[in-house]
């Protein structure tokens, strides 16, 4: 595809992708290849959402004189808060060395669901090849299994089961004891889950 050079320009894009951020309106946001984040922070911290970015090194923006690409988490804090505070990673290498790729995860609690939400974006290897696909294979799995580990070391402790109530006076108080035992004991298994998973990313 080919464009103005103008429409290429940052001037350009930046109320354009804020233009549609906002039309989102979403509770989260999760972006890659974002090598101007400080402009959409200063943008997005004053409408209500806390952020983090991890920037990609080597980045080949620098190269043009432009500050690093990366991964960007934004969160509304009306909605979340942090369990976890956000970290950024980076994938190993076929050899085991550091690569260039990494992602960003985050363990938030949802106050609106009273559940915990673990959140991961992620920016795979790019490029066709069989080569750059085996890498991309490689580097999700170890995504996944970061999140399994997240998942299994943040998981909220089993409360003990509920001790059967004392008999009470009268058959109504003794219904509604039964009835609010019962409704405690489900809110002590949603909250016994694993932190549910959303997880975006290229």
């Not at 101007?36 to 997005?44: E, G, I």
């Not at 998942?151 to 039964?178: C, E, M």
Request: aromatic fraction near 6%; include cysteine.
């Amino acid at each position: 595809m080919q464009v103005s050079i103008s429409c290429l320009m940052w001037e350009h894009r930046l109320p354009l992708i804020l233009e549609e951020v906002r039309a989102a309106d979403a509770d989260i946001i999760c972006l890659q290849e974002l090598n101007h984040f400080d402009v959409l922070a200063a943008a997005l911290v004053p409408e209500g959402y806390s952020c983090f970015f991890r920037a990609k090194s080597p980045s080949p923006c620098i190269k043009f004189g432009f500050p690093p690409d990366g991964i960007a988490l934004f969160f509304r804090h009306k909605r979340f808060s942090c369990l976890l505070e956000p970290s950024g990673h980076c994938f190993a290498s076929m050899d085991g060395q550091p690569a260039a790729q990494g992602y960003v995860t985050a363990l938030l609690h949802d106050k609106e669901a009273d559940r915990q939400l673990l959140v991961a974006a992620t920016h795979l290897k790019a490029k066709a090849g069989a080569d750059n696909e085996q890498t991309r294979v490689h580097q999700a799995n170890q995504l996944l299994q970061e999140l399994h580990n997240l998942q299994d070391r943040h998981k909220p402790v089993q409360p003990p089961p509920q001790q059967p109530a004392a008999a009470a006076q009268g058959t109504s108080a003794s219904t509604n004891n039964s009835s609010s035992s019962s409704n405690n004991n489900r809110s002590f298994q949603r909250k016994a889950w694993p932190p549910a998973v959303l997880l975006c990313g290229d």
